[in-house]
């Protein structure tokens, strides 16, 4: 039974929320707070036990910086994108009026040295922000930057980086994120935006791949389609029949040890002849990343199991 308080403002008598532990119908203990709808309800039946429920989290508006910060009960939340994770202190510059002259120097000597960043800070703090960088430019969700963050800092304690870039290998970990997080984002685009070549960033992903026994699927060439149809600007059905063709030659086993994208450039071009909106060998190898020769080649092979 919900015990009731007065609230001296309003002078009515208010509901506190109910302390309920198992659903009296079904017996089940999966119990939902909607604070939203102000209801307490079964996850098993559906049934509503309560409404009106109050919520007793905090609530109070703040309309400057100041109030905002003194109402604040917790920092910010920590991330694997900053090199300390957010949980570092610092000491603060103000020093008492009536501190002596030497105690003010200890402390002044206390807090340049801890401003002094070790070598894994700066290490890490170069890896984070060119993983930054890179997801800004390649427009990757946040998940995927935490996730070649997380990467990164496991290549650094199995102590990989030595006699390598630190890009290089940032480079290599993000596109085993992307990988990881079914994001068709390929090598040759990642390397694009740094300054190494596609070459030592493979060799690092390889690295990478044998010493943390990570296994890094490779990008089928259907989820490539939308991406290449976007800039070709196909339509709808000419995207369905490029998947379709895709589906037909993998069954028949002609996508093994083939480049995805010249895959999935050769099928669009095929299907794009088929609802007869044609785009050039040159348009459509521009936007694989292809050469022409590539895409005719792939076109042949594709040809056999799809009809035009």
Not at 201 to 230: D, F, G, W, Y
Request: hydrophobic fraction near 35%; aromatic fraction near 4%.
């Amino acid at each position: 039974m919900s015990k009731t308080l007065w609230n001296p403002h309003e002078k009515t008598a208010i509901n506190q929320q109910p302390d309920l532990d198992e659903c009296p119908e079904c017996g089940s203990k999966n119990i939902i707070r909607d604070y939203v709808r102000g209801e307490l309800i079964c996850s098993n039946c559906g049934i509503v036990l309560e409404d009106h429920i109050i919520d007793n989290s905090r609530g109070v508006r703040s309309f400057s910086p100041e109030e905002r910060n003194a109402r604040d009960q917790h920092g910010s939340p920590s991330t694997l994108m900053l090199p300390d994770k957010g949980l570092s202190t610092q000491i603060d510059k103000k020093t008492p009026n009536n501190m002596k002259a030497r105690e003010r120097q200890k402390f002044e000597r206390i807090r340049k040295w801890q401003n002094r960043m070790t070598w894994q800070q700066r290490n890490l703090s170069i890896a984070t922000n060119e993983i930054r960088r890179l997801a800004s430019q390649l427009d990757l969700p946040d998940n995927v930057s935490e996730s070649a963050a997380k990467l990164y800092r496991k290549v650094y304690k199995k102590d990989l980086l030595k006699g390598r870039s630190i890009k290089c290998m940032v480079a290599a970990a993000v596109y085993v994120a992307c990988r990881q997080q079914q994001l068709p984002i390929p090598l040759s685009k990642i390397a694009r935006f740094t300054l190494d070549k596609e070459k030592s960033i493979r060799h690092c992903l390889r690295i990478i791949q044998r010493e943390l026994n990570i296994k890094v699927n490779t990008i089928h060439p259907k989820s490539l389609i939308a991406q290449m149809a976007s800039q070709l600007k196909l339509s709808n059905d000419i995207q369905k029949d490029a998947t379709e063709i895709i589906t037909k030659a993998e069954k028949k086993g002609m996508l093994s040890g083939k480049d995805p994208k010249g895959i999935a450039a050769a099928a669009l071009y095929l299907a794009s002849l088929k609802n007869e909106d044609r785009r050039s060998q040159n348009q459509v190898a521009r936007v694989a990343g292809i050469t022409e020769v590539t895409l005719r080649n792939r076109f042949k092979d594709l040809n056999k199991v799809a009809t035009i």
